[in-house]
């Protein structure tokens, strides 16, 4: 066995508010590791338009927020979860005010905005770039910070846990299992280094990048859902992948998101005639939550044969538009779209993982020495279906319950750990595999497993994952591994997690819609994989 590579109090895998948050809680006791596998700000929290929910105005109360919560959970959320995330919202609003993050005012005070599913204004904002501005801000605070040490291009192979350390030693198992650590892997040398630390915190997002067309960033590939699979966690709900209704529909414009709060300030969705379409659909027509809505304008699009459906505000005034969508108003029109003038063609998009890594209130998982937070975790919260601008607030209350938990433990002793051996293994041959397979699992992905979903779908979904794992973990074995094998590897354990849990659902409830099990059963009872 060979030292570490490098040894640190904390690490934590993923840039996102998540991951930037804890670290920043943590930095005053502990020193901390923050791995990203691309630059600091490419998760997926900068690309958040819509903003931060949370109590603060005259007139909304808790409770108003926990119930909104449930109904657009639809009967799944957990309760004690809900309650601990919309007390605690209010004091991570202060907490970003305090950092100094710029939130949108009007005569003095926050500027709050109204959104699907929500029964009050109580969206806190910076305009339409809420995410961007967080993040400019708390990379700020990190990058000062001496506590803090940044790897970024390092992409996670795997966690290190005592079981394995024992397996490959050939010794008896021990009593309990723990993380010890975890393998990435270095761009800059091509080399994969060894990480060990008492705690570990998985914050890398989700896996929109399992469907050919989404919202999220080329981040987003599900690395901290598989790597917990693989050490022993249990994964819980994936079959609820909430679908963005209004992503925008032009050849040059990639995952650009049009913000729910587009809706909220009374935008309307049009079909190619002008005919508006949503309050046939449901009494709430354009603020239904984000399942219903996404759901209308898929069987809208496939009754009619359409590409796209239109989002049309151009009702509002100009200096309206300029002052409260200041960055989607100008990129349409970088595109020739004029939202003052003309609607926006969208189109439904994956967009947000409601499962994940089951954690407790204080983002622990089954392994002990392990943590989830953020979109990675699933902590009862999103239910069936996340409330908009629920996202952000959850990253933040659970870092703050991450961070105090850890600083309040006791750690764990960490041995030294191995280094990674990749002697038996060569450069691979041909890398147009990788891009084959990771095109042909998107595709059917989409095609299979999305907004409508059945049993044949289903299966046919479930065929092709286990010929596409079949084949990766071979290459796997055999090639040194890339960033882009990696996450191809990741994305397929995802797939395979998210059909697994769809199959295992008779029912419809929330984002999982099956034609076979239309009817919604008396009880809510979440889905849970075991390893």
Excluded at 36 to 44: E, F, I, Y
Excluded at 253 to 275: H, M, N, Q
Excluded at 415 to 426: F, M, N
Aim: aromatic fraction near 6%.
């Amino acid at each position: 066995m060979t030292l570490s590579s490098h040894h640190f109090d904390v690490l934590i895998v993923g840039s996102g508010l998540a991951g930037l948050s804890a670290a920043l809680h943590l930095a005053p006791t502990h020193r901390v590791a923050i791995l990203t596998k691309r630059d600091l700000n490419d998760g997926s929290s900068r690309y958040a338009q819509g903003g931060i929910a949370a109590v603060m105005g005259e007139g909304d109360t808790l409770e108003s927020h926990v119930q909104d919560t449930l109904v657009a959970g639809a009967g799944l959320c957990d309760l004690d979860a809900t309650r601990f995330v919309v007390e605690h919202a209010p004091e991570s609003i202060r907490w970003l005010q305090q950092l100094g993050v710029p939130f949108s005012q009007e005569e003095g005070h926050l500027h709050l905005t109204r959104e699907g599913g929500h029964s009050e204004r109580r969206i806190v904002h910076v305009t339409d770039a809420t995410g961007a501005a967080v993040q400019d801000t708390l990379m700020a605070r990190v990058r000062l910070s001496p506590n803090i040490t940044l790897f970024e291009h390092h992409t996670l192979v795997d966690l290190i846990t005592s079981a394995k350390l024992e397996r490959a030693a050939s010794h008896q198992p021990g009593e309990t299992n723990h993380c010890l650590g975890l393998y990435a892997l270095d761009e800059a040398t091509d080399q994969v280094l060894t990480f060990s630390a008492p705690r570990t915190i998985l914050a890398t997002g989700g896996a929109g990048k399992v469907y050919l067309y989404t919202t999220n960033p080329d981040t987003a590939t599900g690395d901290g859902i598989a790597a917990a699979w693989r050490a022993g966690c249990r994964v819980e709900n994936m079959e609820f992948i909430q679908f963005h209704p209004t992503c925008l529909y032009h050849p040059h414009a990639k995952s650009f998101l049009i913000s729910e709060a587009v809706r909220g300030e009374g935008g309307r969705l049009l079909l190619p005639d002008g005919t508006r379409f949503m309050p046939a659909h449901d009494a709430r027509a354009e603020l239904a939550p984000r399942d219903v809505v996404a759901r209308a304008i898929d069987f809208e699009m496939k009754k009619r044969g359409l590409d796209c459906v239109y989002l049309d505000i151009s009702h509002q005034p100009l200096a309206f538009l300029q002052e409260h969508f200041p960055n989607i108003y100008a990129r349409c029109l970088e595109l020739g779209i004029d939202m003052a003038k003309q609607p926006i063609p969208v189109v439904p998009a994956a967009h947000y993982t409601c499962g994940g890594v089951r954690t407790d209130l204080a983002g622990h998982t089954d392994l002990p020495g392990l943590y989830a937070i953020g979109e990675t975790a699933c902590t009862g919260l999103h239910g069936a279906n996340r409330l908009a601008s629920n996202s952000l607030v959850e990253c933040m209350v659970f870092a703050r319950a991450a961070a105090q938990a850890i600083v309040q433990e006791t750690p764990q002793p960490c041995p030294p750990l191995p280094a990674w051996d990749d002697s038996r293994v060569t450069d691979p041959d041909e890398v147009v595999v990788i891009s084959h397979n990771w095109d042909e699992l998107r595709r059917f992905m989409w095609d299979y497993v999305g907004i409508v979903r059945t049993n044949k779908r289903l299966e046919r979904a479930a065929h092709r994952i286990a010929m596409l794992q079949d084949e990766i973990q071979e290459f796997y074995a055999r090639f040194h591994v890339t960033r882009d094998l990696l996450e191809l590897r990741n994305l397929v354990l995802v797939a395979d997690l998210i059909v697994r849990s769809a199959q295992a659902r008779h029912e419809s409830r929330g984002l999982h819609f099956s034609r076979d099990y239309p009817q919604l059963l008396p009880q809510a009872v979440s889905t849970v994989l075991t390893p």
